[in-house]
C-alpha cells in the first residue's frame, strides 16, 4: 500500500511556474513508479510524467517534454513535478499516483498503470 498527498497546486499567469510535491509513505516507496497525471472536466485523464524511484529514470508526455520536470527527494519520501512555461493548456487537476514495475521497469504514465491516487491539486493558468 502506498498512501499519497499532493501539495503545490495554485494559480499563475501564463509563462509562469509552479511546482508540485507528491509526498508518498508506505514500504516500498524505494522500489515503485510514481507518476504525474491531469484531467480536465469531460475529458480522459492524461499522463504527464513518471519516475522510477529506485532507479531514477524519467519519461514525459509529449504536450510538456522540455518545460516539465519530475525529480525525486528519497529521503523525503517526496516526488517533485516543477512546471515552467505555463500555458492556459495546462489547466488541470493534477493528479500523483503510484504503480508497480512491469518486468523490471516503470511503464509510460499510462493511468491504467498505476493505482495509488492522490487527492489531486488544482493548477489553474490564465492568458
Known amino acids: 500500500q502506498v498512501q499519497l498527498v499532493e501539495s503545490g497546486g495554485g494559480s499563475v499567469q501564463a509563462g509562469g511556474s509552479l511546482r508540485l510535491s507528491c509526498e508518498a509513505s508506505?514500504?516500498?516507496?524505494?522500489?515503485?513508479?510514481i507518476g504525474w497525471f491531469r484531467q480536465v472536466p469531460g475529458k480522459e485523464r492524461e499522463g504527464v510524467a513518471r519516475?522510477?524511484?529506485?532507479?531514477?529514470?524519467?519519461r514525459y508526455a509529449a504536450s510538456v517534454k522540455g518545460r516539465f520536470t519530475i525529480s525525486q527527494d528519497n529521503a523525503k519520501n517526496t516526488v517533485y513535478l516543477q512546471m515552467n512555461s505555463l500555458n492556459p493548456e495546462d489547466t488541470a487537476t493534477y493528479y500523483c499516483a503510484a504503480g508497480p514495475r512491469y518486468s523490471g521497469s516503470c511503464p509510460d504514465p499510462d493511468p491504467r498503470n498505476f493505482y495509488y491516487w492522490g487527492q489531486g491539486t488544482q493548477v489553474t493558468v490564465s492568458s
Open positions: 508506505g514500504s516500498t516507496y524505494d522500489s515503485i513508479c
Open positions: 519516475v522510477d524511484t529506485g532507479y531514477g529514470s524519467t
